[in-house]
C-alpha cells in the first residue's frame, strides 16, 4: 500500500473533523443525504456522459492503483539490465533464452525475448516505444476520468446550494426556520470542495505522477535492452543508464 496517499486522505479528513469540533460545531449538522446524493451522483452522471461505460467503470480499478502500487526503482531496474548484459557478453545472447523466466518486469521480458529472437533493432524498438504510448494513453485516460469527476463535483456542489436556497426562499412562513436552511444549503457546496480537493484531483495527480515513473523506467529498460542487443559492455551500459539517477544517489564507484 502507498502510505503517502493513504496518510494524506486520512490527514485531510482528520483536519477537517478536528476543526469542527474546535469550531464548536455539531457532527449532525454536517450530514445531509440529499446534498451528498446531488454531488457525487452528479458527477458520477457527468463523466458518464463525458466518457464510454467500459472507460469509466475502469475508474474504480485505477483508483485503487493510487493505493496499491509499485514500480521497481531506477536502481533495481539498471542492476537487473546490467546483470543481463553481463551474461549475454559472457555466454552469448542467445544464453538470456535461459533467464526469461526469471524475469519479473513484463516489459523487460519482452524485450529479452526479442532480442534473443533476433528481431532487427529498428523493429524492437518501434515494438517496445510503442507498448511504452499504449501504457501512457491508458494512464491518461484513468487520470481524465479523476480531473473529470474532480472538476464536476464543486459545479454540482453549487447547483445543490442554488436548489437549496430556491426552496427555502419558496417559503418564508417561518423566519427562524431560515438560518437552518441556509446551513443545508451550503452544505452541497462544502461536499463538492472536499470531494473533488481530498478525493478526485489528488488522486488524479498521483496517478499522473505514477505514470511519469512508469514511462521513465520503461525508457530505461528500452535503452538497456538496445545496448545489450548492440553488444555494448555492461560497464558502459551501467554508466549510461545511471545518468538517469541524481547523481547523490548513483552508485560510489559511479561518482568516483
Not at 129 to 134: M, S
Not at 177 to 183: P, R, S, V
Request: proline fraction near 4%.
Amino acid at each position: 500500500m502507498d502510505i503517502a496517499t493513504a496518510a494524506g486522505v486520512g490527514l485531510s479528513i482528520v483536519l477537517i473533523l478536528v476543526s469542527i469540533v474546535l469550531g464548536g460545531g455539531s457532527f449532525i449538522a454536517f450530514i445531509d443525504a440529499a446534498s451528498l446524493m446531488v454531488v457525487i451522483g452528479g458527477a458520477i452522471a457527468a463523466t458518464l456522459i463525458s466518457y464510454p461505460l467500459p472507460d469509466f467503470l475502469s475508474v474504480f480499478g485505477v483508483s485503487m492503483k493510487t493505493l496499491f502500487w509499485k514500480v521497481d526503482t531506477t536502481g533495481d531496474i539498471i542492476k537487473q539490465i546490467v546483470s543481463l548484459a553481463e551474461t549475454a557478453r559472457r555466454e552469448g545472447l542467445l544464453a538470456l533464452e535461459g533467464k526469461v523466466a526469471e524475469i519479473d518486469n513484463d516489459f523487460i521480458k519482452l524485450g529479452i525475448q526479442m532480442a534473443v529472437d533476433g528481431t532487427r533493432p529498428e523493429v524492437m524498438e518501434d515494438i517496445l516505444r510503442t507498448e511504452i504510448d499504449a501504457v501512457a494513453t491508458r494512464h491518461a485516460t484513468g487520470k481524465g476520468l479523476l480531473d473529470c469527476m474532480g472538476r464536476f463535483a464543486p459545479a454540482f456542489g453549487m447547483i445543490g446550494t442554488l436548489m437549496g436556497l430556491i426552496i427555502m426562499l419558496g417559503d418564508m412562513s417561518d423566519p427562524s426556520k431560515i438560518g437552518a436552511g441556509m446551513a443545508v444549503a451550503l452544505l452541497t457546496t462544502m461536499y463538492g470542495a472536499i470531494a473533488s480537493n481530498v478525493i478526485f484531483l489528488p488522486f488524479a495527480e498521483k496517478l499522473g505522477f505514477i505514470s511519469k515513473k512508469e514511462r521513465l523506467t520503461m525508457d530505461i529498460i528500452v535503452r538497456g535492452i538496445m545496448a545489450i542487443q548492440s553488444g555494448e559492455n555492461p560497464r558502459v551500459i551501467e554508466q549510461k543508464l545511471n545518468t538517469f539517477i541524481p547523481p547523490k544517489q548513483r552508485p560510489s564507484e559511479d561518482a568516483a
